[in-house]
């Protein structure tokens, strides 16, 4: 699973680059990202724009790696492609994640 | 995976077949949906339609090689039938039976307290949401699972 970061003052931006999170790579995916989640940002935004496939098995791993956040920091989901839209309104998932239309960018320094 | 080119003209030219088989393993079916999904006959399809395919077929196949061949080595055979406004699925294969010989319920899932949010258990929930005339035989050591899926609305 290629996982790209990105900090953004408070909040961690981690960018999904395959195409999809399936059973074949939701382990990896959930272990990856709680590596990358020993960043100290409260906010953990993933960014979902290229991943146009989700299954069970990696919905699974989105879920447990908003629990590994604990109590104090949040896990926040951007630019659901529509199948994987689909995933998460059938599993009641989108009342649980707070879910972006797009990536929220920052304040640009000025050129 | 072995991708079995079985398509082919039935007597009638509104009805087609194609049968894939599938390796019993995550990556054997991370491989069979592209082929599926790369099926001409599926390129024809809604993007709506071919997404939900893919949950539902996705759904199917990681049941079988989690609980049915539970990590052994196994074969799965998925045939395909195109009909006017659906498409009709037979997945089978010869793991163990479903317990009891009968399909989970498959309830949704509670998503009450965050910290005890289901990590699994989604599978038979979305394949029964999403399909129509579900129906599961044991035959001759066999598993057969067929099932509909709306193409058009």
Redesign the interface.
Known sequence: MDLKTEVQGDLLIVRAMDDRIDAAGAIQFKEDMRVICQNPQPRVMLDLSRVAFLDSSGLGAVVAVMKLLGPGRRLELAALTPTVAKVFRLTRMDTVFTIHDSVAFGPQSAV | MTVLPLARKAPSDVTKTATFRVTS???G??EA?NSVLRHPLMTQLS??AR??T??VL??AL?NI??HAYYGADGWIELRLTWRPRQLHCDVLDTGVPMPNNDLPEGL??S?GD??D???????W??IR??TENLNYRRINACNHLSFQLKTEQ
């Open positions: 393993t995550p990556i079916v991370r949906l993007d709506d997404g939900t893919e949950v996705a759904e990681n090689v989690e949704a899932q998503v965050h910290k949010l289901p990590e699994g258990g989604f599978g929930f979305l949401h999403l």
